[in-house]
């Protein structure tokens, strides 16, 4: 894309998920009633504070053996939309392996400020770090994310607890929200897009999967494969896995199935 070239409504949509996939809001809806069923099924561990905030929870899934890996998933929503509750079934699949799964909660913007969400991000691991194992979650952590997530994911594994991470369909070059109805809420400073754009920093040497599905917006797919040919030339380990057929919501599946892709890519991170 020529981005001066587009227009404010061009500019929009090349960032705009939901009206990119005509379904978007069934499947927003079938995800958030499976993950409602799955809290009710596992609720010893649920609401955990980890921060002074309201959003400042973690929702904790243990495995059976404590030692297990747990993969520490951030739900997305352009860091102003969600909440870690309507994402629970992800759990489903890589408990089936015997992997313990942690979500926590932030803060949305404009509430907080990028920044602050980035360092929330890092306390809740701070919390895993610290009391995990008081609730059955002593093994590496592995942190996950989709969407915004896949940018919190990028941004937290430098966390020393964190072994490795999967970036799902994220955004790493924060300049052109910018330019988007994105940064209404947002409110981007130079200071922010230069601080935490993960294709401007040094990258972490940790293994980093990073996905995206292959009917995602362009933005979204070549934010992806900027980052992994960056961690490539810097011999920074980790695949770069396009889920074939998927849109920036289906993408998912292949995380929430047992036998799906990115369950699999996991399971090899730890």
């Known amino acids: 894309m020529n981005w001066g070239l587009l227009t404010q409504a061009e500019r929009d949509a090349a960032y705009n998920n939901a009206e990119a996939v005509a379904n978007s809001a069934a499947l927003t809806q079938a995800r958030n009633a499976a993950s409602h069923a799955w809290r009710q099924a596992h609720h010893q561990h649920l609401d955990i504070a980890y921060g002074p905030r309201p959003r400042n929870r973690l929702d904790l899934f243990p495995a059976a053996d404590p030692s297990m890996p747990c993969l520490v998933f951030i739900h997305g929503g352009y860091w102003q939309r969600n909440s870690r509750e309507d994402f629970a079934c992800l759990a489903e699949g890589l408990h089936a392996h015997g992997w313990s799964f942690a979500v926590p909660g932030y803060t949305l913007a404009p509430e907080a400020s990028l920044t602050e969400i980035v360092n929330e991000i890092h306390a809740s691991l701070d919390w895993l770090a610290a009391h995990g194992d008081t609730r059955?979650?002593?093994?590496?952590?592995?942190?996950?994310?989709?969407?915004?997530?896949?940018?919190?994911?990028?941004?937290?594994?430098?966390?020393?607890?964190?072994?490795?991470?999967?970036?799902?369909?994220?955004?790493?070059?924060?300049?052109?929200?910018?330019?988007?109805?994105?940064?209404?809420?947002?409110?981007?400073?130079?200071?922010?897009?230069?601080?935490?754009?993960?294709?401007?920093?040094?990258?972490?040497?940790?293994?980093?999967?990073?996905?995206?599905?292959?009917?995602?917006?362009?933005?979204?797919?070549?934010?992806?494969?900027?980052?992994?040919?960056?961690?490539?030339?810097?011999?920074?380990?980790?695949?770069?896995?396009?889920?074939?057929?998927?849109?920036?919501?289906?993408?998912?599946?292949?995380?929430?199935?047992?036998?799906?892709?990115?369950?699999?890519?996991?399971?090899?991170?730890?």
């Open 136 to 270: 059955g979650i002593g093994g590496p952590l592995v942190v996950a994310g989709w969407s915004a997530g896949g940018h919190l994911t990028a941004m937290a594994l430098s966390h020393p607890r964190v072994v490795a991470g999967l970036a799902i369909s994220g955004v790493f070059e924060l300049g052109p929200l910018r330019d988007t109805y994105l940064n209404a809420k947002l409110k981007l400073t130079e200071d922010e897009v230069a601080a935490l754009s993960p294709l401007r920093l040094p990258p972490v040497q940790k293994p980093l999967a990073i996905a995206y599905g292959t009917r995602e917006l362009p933005a979204l797919i070549a934010d992806s494969r900027d980052l992994h040919a960056m961690r490539a030339a810097a011999h920074a380990p980790g695949a770069l896995v396009p889920v074939g057929g998927a849109d920036h919501f289906t993408v998912l599946d292949a995380l929430r199935e047992a036998t799906g892709e990115l369950a699999h890519h996991a399971k090899l991170l730890a």
